[in-house]
C-alpha cells in the first residue's frame, strides 16, 4: 500500500516562511510527478507547483518568485519552500504524486496526502 505523508504547515505572519515535506512509502515502482495543491475555504483545490522526476518545474502565477518546489527521488519525498506569504496564501495543502506500486505494471495511479493546513496571520 502506497501513502503520503505530509509535514510542516502552521501559523505564521505575513512576509514569513514555511517548508512543507511530503514523504511517497510503501510499496513503490517509481515515482513520477509529484506535486502540491491547496484548497481555500469555499474555493476549488487548485494546483501550486509540480515538478517531474527529472527536475522540471511549474507553478501557479500567484506564487511565482515566492514559492518553490523540488524534490529527493532517493527518498521519494517532495519539499515546498514558502516565502514572502501572504494572507491568501492561507489554505489546507495537500501533496499528490502520481505513482507506480510494484506489481502493477506500468500503470500509475493519482495518490494524495491528507493534508496540512497552512495559515498566514498577523
Known amino acids: 500500500q502506497v501513502q503520503l505523508v505530509e509535514s510542516g504547515g502552521g501559523l505564521v505572519q505575513p512576509g514569513g516562511s514555511l517548508r512543507l515535506s511530503c514523504a511517497a512509502s510503501?510499496?513503490?515502482?517509481?515515482?513520477?510527478?509529484m506535486g502540491w495543491y491547496r484548497q481555500a475555504p469555499g474555493k476549488q483545490r487548485e494546483l501550486v507547483a509540480g515538478i517531474s522526476s527529472g527536475g522540471s518545474t511549474n507553478y501557479a502565477d500567484s506564487v511565482k518568485g515566492r514559492f518553490t518546489i523540488s524534490r529527493d527521488n532517493a527518498k521519494n519525498t517532495v519539499y515546498l519552500e514558502m516565502n514572502s506569504l501572504k494572507p491568501e496564501d492561507t489554505a489546507v495543502y495537500y501533496c499528490n504524486a502520481d505513482i507506480i506500486p510494484r506489481g502493477f505494471g506500468l500503470s500509475s495511479l493519482y495518490y494524495w496526502g491528507q493534508g496540512t493546513q497552512v495559515t498566514v496571520s498577523s
Open positions: 510503501g510499496s513503490i515502482f517509481r515515482v513520477n510527478v
